[in-house]
């Protein structure tokens, strides 16, 4: 049973350093949608991504932040000369489709995240 | 995002016991509806998922929906030890999920 997988895990960073954090989306699933969870804060949505396109990046911030989904291998999540205020858990999930279909299809699952600290 | 709001919590119920969540949701044309139960330091885990008013049931879980309210609720019955969690809401806008800030549930045994 193939769930959403992410890795790392946990990942340490120094400030100014580069964050890369990859998401394999459930086998069949081409829709991904990335989320940051803050310390005490609830999730919120960054981008959402289909094959070789961005369709929404409107929850991450313009600087720093960038995502991609090649035709070939996991969607990255790419975080430039991070901050302390980047330290936060950031959740993968993905969906079989991403339209409004009211079903099960449009059913998101989440991956086990990553968690990045900032030093 | 739009806006989801959850009763605050902590919620702490006795084990057996009814433990109640709710939730309302600011625009009025969503259509779909999920609970997630989050565990401390893990990630949410889909429970329930509603798309139609009134009742659905799954085992000791019922979700409850009332678009005219713009309402969502969740009842665990016979809470159990493994039920304390946090629970959140999500609302689906287009494709990208509007999530509470979540409520604590804690069952004392």
């Known amino acids: 049973n193939a769930g959403v997988m992410q890795n790392p895990r946990h990942l340490v960073r120094r400030r100014g350093q580069e964050a890369r954090l990859r998401c394999s989306p459930v086998k069949g699933h081409s829709h991904v949608y990335w989320y940051r969870q803050l310390p005490e804060e609830g999730l919120k949505f960054m981008v959402y991504?289909?094959?070789?396109?961005?369709?929404?990046e409107s929850g991450m911030p313009k600087e720093r932040f960038s995502a991609e989904f090649p035709k070939e291998g996991p969607s990255i999540l790419r975080i430039q000369q991070v901050v302390r205020g980047d330290s936060a858990a950031y959740f993968c999930a993905s969906s079989s489709q991403g339209g409004t279909s009211g079903g099960r299809t449009d059913t998101q699952y989440f991956g086990p995240g990553t968690r990045l600290t900032v030093l | 995002q739009k806006e989801v709001e959850q009763n605050s919590g902590p919620l702490s119920v006795p084990e057996g016991a009814i433990a109640s969540l709710n939730c309302t949701y600011s625009?009025?044309?969503?259509?779909?509806f999920f609970w997630y139960r989050q565990y401390s330091g893990k990630s949410p885990e889909l429970i329930m998922s509603i798309y139609s008013n009134g009742d659905k049931e799954d085992g000791r879980f019922t979700a409850q929906l009332n678009k005219a309210s713009q309402y969502v609720s969740l009842l665990i019955r016979d809470s159990q030890p493994s039920d304390s969690a946090t629970y959140l809401c999500a609302v689906r806008d287009d494709y990208k999920l509007s999530f509470g800030a979540g409520t604590t549930v804690t069952v004392r045994a």
């Open positions: 991504l289909q094959k070789e396109n961005i369709i929404d």
């Open positions: 625009d009025r044309g969503s259509q779909s």
